[in-house]
């Protein structure tokens, strides 16, 4: 099954499992790490599928300064000298400068002792930061300047939220946030690729070789998308991705043709749905 992932980390994990074994077999058994950011140590630890979390505001403060923070319900707001992250327990991701950030397939904002955990990757990113792996530690060395947001102008932006959210809630509203992401992906796929058109509305409307998507033919790529649609639509125009690989989707118990089971590599089933390459 391949399902993409905050994965790159995980690399460092086969490493880092036998380093933690000869450093500490309590932390070998607790899935503690060590990590430094900036010099300065963060508490870490890495979950079952070694997915390397770290604690958000201890890491905010080694990477930006003093944080001013202040929580509402399992909602924290971490106010930083340059930039604002919000991020709720249970969430798939957190929310920064104007941007959603995934926290993967497996992962999400955790709360252990206290405080709020989330995945490395996704902050490592937000904060333009290298990631090394050494001896028996993680390290961690933010960029001086912060991330900058880069944009396709509103007025696209726009567009290409108005129409990904629809068809990802006509083609997924009963599935999960990792099914509507790759409902999302598998646009976004099409517009990379070259046997497709180069536009979000341009994929979902492409009748080149019959009509792509049935909710175009039904109509019902036209209704209001759910909430849980346009926010899997946000998080995958800011780069959420459960699978770079997938150009087509169907639900073999109510598929109108067999074509895309008989003629593509199947990659993973999530959900209701098979994905292809």
């Known amino acids: 099954m391949r399902l993409k992932s905050v994965g790159r980390l995980r690399l460092l994990l086969g490493a880092l499992a036998l380093c933690l074994g000869l450093c500490s077999p309590a932390a070998a058994a607790k899935g503690d790490l060590t990590v430094l950011v900036n010099r300065q140590t963060v508490s870490a630890w890495a979950d079952g599928d070694g997915l390397v979390y770290v604690e958000l505001e201890g890491f905010c403060?080694?990477?930006g300064g003093q944080a001013r923070v202040t929580e509402r319900g399992d909602a924290v707001t971490l106010e930083l000298p340059d930039r604002s992250i919000t991020a709720q327990v249970g969430q798939q991701y957190f929310f920064a400068d104007g941007r959603y950030y995934f926290c993967g397939v497996t992962g999400a904002v955790q709360s252990r002792y206290g405080k709020l955990y989330v995945p490395l990757e996704p902050l490592?990113?937000?904060?333009?930061?290298?990631?090394?792996?050494?001896?028996?530690?993680?390290t961690v060395q933010t960029a001086e300047q912060t991330q900058?947001?880069?944009?396709?102008?509103?007025?696209?932006?726009?567009?290409?939220?108005?129409w990904l959210s629809r068809i990802i809630s006509a083609e997924a509203r009963g599935e999960s946030l990792n099914?509507?992401?790759?409902?999302?992906?598998?646009?976004?796929?099409?517009?990379?690729?070259?046997?497709?058109?180069?536009?979000?509305?341009?994929?979902?409307?492409?009748?080149?070789?019959?009509v792509q998507f049935s909710p175009v033919a039904n109509g019902s790529v036209y209704d209001e998308p759910t909430e849980e649609s346009v926010l899997?639509?946000?998080?995958?125009?800011?780069?959420?991705?459960?699978?770079?690989?997938?150009?087509?989707?169907?639900?073999?118990?109510?598929?109108?043709?067999?074509?895309?089971?008989?003629?593509?590599?199947e990659l993973f089933v999530l959900g209701n749905h098979t994905f292809y390459a």
Do not use: M
């Open 179 to 210: 099914g509507k992401i790759a409902v999302g992906n598998v646009v976004l796929n099409r517009v990379a690729s070259d046997l497709f058109p180069d536009t979000v509305y341009d994929v979902i409307f492409d009748t080149a070789y019959g």
């Open 124 to 138: 490592a990113e937000l904060f333009l930061a290298v990631v090394e792996e050494g001896d028996c530690k993680i």
């Open 148 to 162: 900058s947001l880069t944009s396709t102008g509103t007025q696209r932006q726009d567009e290409e939220l108005y």
């Open 61 to 63: 403060q080694a990477a």
């Open 232 to 265: 899997a639509a946000r998080l995958v125009l800011d780069g959420a991705e459960v699978t770079d690989e997938a150009l087509y989707f169907e639900n073999e118990a109510i598929a109108a043709s067999s074509w895309v089971s008989r003629n593509r590599e």
